[in-house]
Every structure is written in C-alpha cells, then in structure tokens.
C-alpha cells in the first residue's frame, strides 16, 4: 500500500514584538525562506513612511472606512496603537487557510490575543520577539532613520507596554544575533506545521493503516 501525503491545514503564525525588535526584518527573512506563506496585509489609518507602498507593506485607509470594515466584520483582529487603528481583515485570511496556505502577521499583543481567542486559535502559532537590551532596541529604531525623534520617543516609552505581554505566546526569542534568531524561527515554525492539528489528513491516514493490519492479520 502506498501513502499519500495528508493535507495541511494553513497555520496562523503571529509575530509580536516591540517595535525595532526586529519583526519586519524576520518577517521577510521568512517569508524568502518560504514564499508560499502568505503575508497578512494589515491595514491602518497611519499615514505611509517614505517608502511604503500601498496594498504591499499595510493599506492605507481613512479612519471612515476602517470602521466601516470593523462593522461589517472584515477584521479578523484590530486594535488602538501609537494613535492610529491597525488590522487584520479576515478575507484574505480565510482563503489562504482554506487552501493550506500559512499566514504570516506582524499585528501587536492586542491582536495576538484576539486571534488567540478566536475560531481560529487552535490554529494559531505566536511568536514574541525580546530584544537584547533597552539600549539596543533604541539604537535599533534611531539606525532604521525611518522615524522623528518624537515618534522614536513615543516609540520606546510603548515598548515596556508590549514586553509585558511577552508570557502569552507561545514561543519568546531573544534577538541578539539576526541570523541565530531566523533559524530558530525557522526550527519553529517546521515543527509547528507537523502539529497533529495541522494534519486534518492523519485521521483517514491511520484508517488504513488499520485497515491493512487487520488484512495483515487474517
Ligand atoms: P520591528 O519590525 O520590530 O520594528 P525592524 O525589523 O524594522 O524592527 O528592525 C529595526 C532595525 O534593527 C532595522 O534597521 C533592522 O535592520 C535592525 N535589526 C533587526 N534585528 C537586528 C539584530 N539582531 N541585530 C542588529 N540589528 C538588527
Ligand atoms: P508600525 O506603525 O511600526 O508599522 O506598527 C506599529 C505597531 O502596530 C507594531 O507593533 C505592529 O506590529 C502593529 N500592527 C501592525 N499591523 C497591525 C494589525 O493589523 N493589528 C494589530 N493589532 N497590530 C498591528
């Protein structure tokens, strides 16, 4: 008897972190490692940083009609952060899952809960990410030269808020070395996809199994 492959189901794969931890950098570093992951566009009222482009990095939208997509129950998660609304909506979610596609998100600790929450939960890998130190978090977000010192200062005085949550999740790297940390992730996440939720296909698997070995056993 040959055996197939089983399906798998897509995982939700949270990045938290706070902000100059390293998220982005991970994000992409895996989703080069794997381009069949999906990434989440989240989408915000924040206005874009130079750079950013519309429907790649988030879509932009009016604060108008971000509650309009709240209150029609677009969004899989969203939340308050840094004085703007971000969230994941749920469409693009739905369809890569049901096709065993993962999704990646880079959403904060307010969203990790409510998908934690959600339908959605059991399927759902978290991941925080610590920086070594305080000094370098900030040495970090001055280097990016993405930000005003204003927001820079906004920035760190949030950051102890998210480490706090650092015990929800389900794994916690500490992001010295930027190459050590990808592969951890890595480890994790291929060890995560083998989770016997993840393999809906295991159950019709071990039915033949089962089967043969009641044929076997005649
Ligand atoms: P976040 O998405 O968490 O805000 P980024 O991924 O944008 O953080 O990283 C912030 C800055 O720190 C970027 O310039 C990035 O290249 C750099 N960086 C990320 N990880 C490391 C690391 N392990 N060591 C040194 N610099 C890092
Ligand atoms: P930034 O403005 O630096 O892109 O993001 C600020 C913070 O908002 C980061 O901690 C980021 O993870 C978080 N964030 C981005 N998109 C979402 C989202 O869709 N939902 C939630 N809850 N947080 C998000």
Redesign the pocket.
């Given at each position: 008897m040959t055996t197939t492959a089983s399906p798998r189901r897509g995982l939700l794969i949270i990045l938290s972190?706070?902000?100059?931890?390293?998220?982005?950098?991970?994000?992409r570093r895996l989703m080069e490692w794997d381009p069949t992951l999906s990434f989440s566009v989240s989408a915000t009222t924040r206005t874009a940083r130079p750079g950013e482009v519309d429907g790649d990095h988030y879509h932009f939208i009016s604060e108008a009609e971000f509650k309009q997509l709240v209150a029609e129950s677009g969004m899989l998660e969203h939340a308050h952060v840094f004085g703007n609304f971000y969230g994941s909506p749920l469409k693009p979610v739905k369809e890569a899952i049901e096709a065993g596609r993962d999704v990646l998100f880079?959403i904060d600790w307010q969203g990790a809960q409510q998908i934690r929450n959600s339908d959605l939960g059991k399927h759902t890998l978290s991941v925080f990410?610590l920086p070594p130190s305080i000094e370098?978090l900030k040495r970090?977000?001055v280097?990016?030269g993405q930000d005003t010192e204003d927001t820079i200062s906004k920035r760190m005085q949030k950051s102890w808020d998210e480490i706090s949550h650092w015990d929800g999740y389900d794994y916690v790297l500490v992001?010295?070395?930027?190459d050590a940390?990808e592969e951890q992730l890595k480890t994790i996440v291929s060890a995560e996809r083998m989770r016997r939720a993840q393999q809906p296909g295991l159950q019709s698997h071990v039915r033949g199994l089962h089967l043969e070995f009641e044929e076997g056993s005649k």
């Amino acid at each position: 008897m040959t055996t197939t492959a089983s399906p798998r189901r897509g995982l939700l794969i949270i990045l938290s972190s706070p902000s100059g931890a390293g998220k982005s950098t991970l994000a992409r570093r895996l989703m080069e490692w794997d381009p069949t992951l999906s990434f989440s566009v989240s989408a915000t009222t924040r206005t874009a940083r130079p750079g950013e482009v519309d429907g790649d990095h988030y879509h932009f939208i009016s604060e108008a009609e971000f509650k309009q997509l709240v209150a029609e129950s677009g969004m899989l998660e969203h939340a308050h952060v840094f004085g703007n609304f971000y969230g994941s909506p749920l469409k693009p979610v739905k369809e890569a899952i049901e096709a065993g596609r993962d999704v990646l998100f880079d959403i904060d600790w307010q969203g990790a809960q409510q998908i934690r929450n959600s339908d959605l939960g059991k399927h759902t890998l978290s991941v925080f990410i610590l920086p070594p130190s305080i000094e370098e978090l900030k040495r970090r977000l001055v280097s990016r030269g993405q930000d005003t010192e204003d927001t820079i200062s906004k920035r760190m005085q949030k950051s102890w808020d998210e480490i706090s949550h650092w015990d929800g999740y389900d794994y916690v790297l500490v992001n010295d070395d930027i190459d050590a940390t990808e592969e951890q992730l890595k480890t994790i996440v291929s060890a995560e996809r083998m989770r016997r939720a993840q393999q809906p296909g295991l159950q019709s698997h071990v039915r033949g199994l089962h089967l043969e070995f009641e044929e076997g056993s005649k």
